[in-house]
């Protein structure tokens, strides 16, 4: 069973930053991608970055690109998402994932407990 933890969530200022961070605890067949996604009250859960865990190829919601990066120590087993620029609409939890890629929530099969980001402006 994969596990994975996510931390670093946090409440900042419009304009700040936060990086979240997601440690995998193993590996699965076919579950090569790990994604982060976040749901806002009220809304659907929605994909902000994922990134390939054999090559580092990434794909990131027009809504972040440019503010958000995704990145990889496979060393430590451990995804990263840095939040730069940060808005009030970007307050949501966080959640990372493992599954097949892409940003739709359906193709990921492991998830995390959640990390709570809250912008204020």
């Known amino acids: 069973q994969v596990q994975l933890v996510e931390s670093g969530g946090g409440s900042v200022q419009a304009g700040g930053s936060l990086r979240l961070s997601c440690v995998r605890s193993?590996?699965?067949?076919?579950?090569?991608?790990v994604g982060w996604f976040r749901q806002a009250p009220g809304k659907e859960r929605e994909g902000v970055a994922a990134i390939y865990t054999g090559g580092g190829t990434t794909v990131y919601a027009n809504s972040v690109k440019g503010r958000f990066a995704i990145s990889q120590d496979n060393a430590k087993s451990t995804v990263y998402l840095q939040m730069d620029s940060l808005k009030p609409e970007d307050t949501a939890m966080y959640y990372c994932?493992?599954?097949?890629?892409?940003?739709?929530?359906?193709?990921?099969?492991?998830w995390g407990q959640g990390t709570q980001v809250t912008v204020s402006s």
């Open positions: 994932a493992a599954g097949l890629g892409g940003l739709r929530p359906e193709s990921y099969n492991y």
């Open positions: 193993r590996y699965t067949y076919g579950n090569n991608y």
